[in-house]
């Protein structure tokens, strides 16, 4: 029986978030203790619902004061509840979460999750602490290679462990058609609509402005109909520029916006086709393998 500490900034929306339940999950399930520090969000009840324990601290700011202090209070943690092992999923909780495993001489993981751009040598530096594990897991092949590429670690540090979805919850018998036709008609699609949807988190990267330009060059008499299925959380401008794009190509019957959903498996049930236009190389995909997996 293990105590396993994942650091994050936040529990709102993400992939990074969303495996941290999860892993939190299968830690209570195997007969573990499951830790997850971090400043709170929306994901809080879910990990608390799977049996881990949340412990709220201001992972988010990035300040060196406020890593200091949270190292401070990280250590302190891995005292007073026996941690045997860190494990850290973000840049700026990663730095305090290192220097506290080191002072407690307890084993540090990193998972690295993102492309990282390194605009300069201090950015570079910044970004290395997700190369500083004892064991760095890379979420794909892809990551692994770029890791291998920026960072120079060898392959006795590196694994690649691919993220994944609940198969199971995401099943296509587990949506009727009845559930079917009332999801669409929520959306505000009709019956004979071919019902596209979009899942991803409303930002430049997933490339929702892209899929609105292929759906202007549509014929009406096809009924595409689009759902973008993700937050806008912190990305009010891009999302002010999609209604306007939206508005001046005359899609406004042919387009809804969602925002975040949380029955994914009733979502995917529902349309016709998925779409997850992205603009540049991400690390892994999930919305990706939950399409396949519905």
């Given at each position: 029986?293990?105590?396993?500490?994942?650091?994050?900034?936040?529990?709102?929306?993400?992939?990074?978030?969303?495996?941290?339940?999860?892993?939190?999950?299968?830690?209570?399930?195997?007969?573990?203790?499951?830790?997850?520090?971090?400043?709170?969000?929306?994901?809080?009840?879910?990990?608390?619902?799977?049996?881990?324990?949340?412990i709220r601290l201001p992972l988010s700011a990035k300040s060196p004061v406020a890593m200091w202090r949270n190292m401070r209070a990280l250590k302190r943690l891995?005292?007073?509840?026996?941690?045997?092992?860190?494990?850290?999923?973000?840049?700026?909780?990663?730095?305090?979460?290192?220097?506290?495993?080191?002072?407690?001489?307890?084993?540090?993981?990193?998972?690295?999750?993102?492309?990282?751009?390194?605009?300069?040598?201090?950015k570079a530096f910044y970004n290395s602490v997700m190369a500083r594990g004892d064991v760095v897991i890379a979420n794909s092949e892809y990551t692994g290679e770029?890791?291998?590429?920026?960072?120079?670690?060898?392959?006795?540090?590196?694994?690649?462990?691919?993220?994944?979805?609940?198969?199971?919850?995401?099943?296509?018998?587990?949506?009727?058609?009845?559930?079917?036709?009332?999801?669409?008609?929520?959306?505000?699609?009709?019956?004979?609509?071919?019902?596209?949807?979009?899942?991803?988190?409303?930002?430049?990267?997933?490339?929702?402005?892209?899929?609105?330009?292929?759906?202007?060059?549509?014929?009406?008499?096809?009924?595409?109909?689009?759902?973008?299925?993700?937050?806008?959380?912190?990305?009010?401008?891009?999302?002010?520029?999609?209604?306007?794009?939206?508005?001046?190509?005359?899609?406004?019957?042919?387009?809804?916006?969602?925002?975040?959903?949380?029955?994914?498996?009733?979502?995917?049930?529902?349309?016709?086709?998925?779409?997850?236009?992205?603009?540049?190389?991400?690390?892994?995909?999930?919305?990706?393998?939950?399409?396949?997996?519905?």
């Amino acid at each position: 029986r293990h105590t396993v500490l994942q650091v994050i900034p936040e529990l709102q929306t993400g992939g990074a978030e969303r495996t941290t339940v999860d892993i939190a999950a299968a830690l209570v399930a195997a007969g573990h203790r499951a830790l997850v520090a971090s400043a709170g969000g929306r994901l809080v009840t879910e990990l608390e619902a799977v049996g881990a324990r949340h412990i709220r601290l201001p992972l988010s700011a990035k300040s060196p004061v406020a890593m200091w202090r949270n190292m401070r209070a990280l250590k302190r943690l891995i005292l007073s509840e026996g941690i045997d092992l860190v494990h850290a999923r973000s840049r700026a909780p990663a730095w305090s979460a290192l220097w506290a495993a080191s002072a407690c001489d307890v084993p540090f993981v990193t998972t690295y999750h993102g492309i990282y751009g390194q605009k300069n040598a201090a950015k570079a530096f910044y970004n290395s602490v997700m190369a500083r594990g004892d064991v760095v897991i890379a979420n794909s092949e892809y990551t692994g290679e770029l890791i291998r590429r920026v960072h120079g670690i060898d392959n006795a540090r590196l694994r690649v462990v691919p993220r994944g979805c609940d198969i199971s919850a995401l099943a296509p018998e587990n949506v009727s058609a009845v559930m079917r036709a009332d999801q669409r008609r929520a959306w505000g699609a009709s019956a004979d609509d071919f019902v596209i949807l979009c899942p991803a988190r409303i930002t430049e990267l997933k490339g929702q402005d892209v899929l609105l330009a292929a759906l202007a060059q549509r014929p009406a008499d096809d009924r595409p109909f689009v759902v973008f299925a993700g937050s806008a959380e912190g990305r009010a401008e891009y999302f002010a520029a999609l209604e306007r794009q939206v508005a001046e190509a005359g899609l406004t019957k042919r387009v809804y916006f969602a925002g975040l959903v949380r029955d994914m498996g009733r979502a995917y049930g529902a349309c016709d086709l998925a779409i997850v236009p992205t603009v540049r190389g991400e690390p892994f995909g999930r919305t990706i393998v939950e399409a396949q997996a519905a």
